[in-house]
């Protein structure tokens, strides 16, 4: 069965204070991972694609990375502003086109 | 591209009541998808449509939901005799998924539902 397991659960930064998230994952055939940002009361929003290991992707003070079994999300010198839920999600290519999604990381980074 | 919307933003509905909500999906988009979340966990996927064709619907689904997409374009979820266990947040997203490039997802804002 896929799943999806983030950790940790929770993480307090000061900001400045560089951190990495964890997605461990565990799939019939990766057709992509994905990363998301959710605030509180709102949908989540998207910030990468991964399609295979090796693969990186960047955005301002975020880092995505992958391997066969978990991606990382680096936060490079955080500030308050970035302080939200980061969900980690699979699709499987066995012929659907769902997500499964891990339970996030609620980040929360202190000025 | 105004993004997906979702209609309405909350809901406060007696138990055994009916509720629908409706998204309205980027217009481009060929993909649709809801998805449920409670506090503290991470989206669970309920149902997807291809263009108006319901696709893949999940265990969580029973029979007092359902899910249209009239002419592929916006979509309706209805819950019937609702249930304390289904208050929840209800997220809409869309893709333009195209073969096996794929875009991820656009979600919207989502329906929070309170059943008291």
């Known amino acids: 069965e896929d799943q999806v397991t983030q950790s940790p659960e929770a993480l307090r930064l000061q900001e400045g204070e560089s951190s990495s998230l964890n997605c461990s994952y565990t799939v019939s055939g990766l057709r992509g991972l994905f990363w998301y940002r959710q605030d509180p009361g709102k949908g989540p929003e998207f910030l990468f694609t991964?399609?295979?290991a090796g693969e990186e992707k960047e955005k301002e003070r975020l880092k995505a990375t992958l391997t066969k079994k978990e991606s990382f999300l680096h936060i490079t010198a955080p500030k308050p502003e970035d302080s939200a839920t980061y969900l980690c999600a699979v699709q499987s290519s066995s012929g659907t086109y769902k997500y499964i999604f891990g339970t996030g990381t609620r980040l929360k980074v202190l000025a | 591209d105004t993004g997906v919307s979702q209609d309405p933003r909350h809901k406060i509905t007696k138990r055994g009541q009916n509720v629908t909500f409706r998204c309205d999906p980027i217009?481009?988009?060929?993909?649709l998808y809801w998805y449920r979340q409670t506090l503290g966990q991470g989206p669970e996927f309920l149902t997807y449509f291809q263009n108006e064709a319901q696709l893949e619907k999940s265990r969580l689904l029973s029979d007092r939901f359902s899910a249209e997409r009239p002419k592929g374009s916006f979509s309706t979820l209805e819950i019937q005799r609702t249930e304390q266990g289904d208050s929840a947040m209800y997220l809409c997203?869309?893709?333009?998924?195209?073969?096996?490039?794929?875009?991820?997802?656009?979600f919207g804002s989502g329906t929070r539902l309170t059943v008291v």
């Open positions: 997203a869309s893709s333009r998924d195209r073969g096996n490039v794929n875009y991820g997802y656009t």
């Open positions: 217009s481009e988009h060929n993909r």
């Open positions: 991964l399609y295979s």
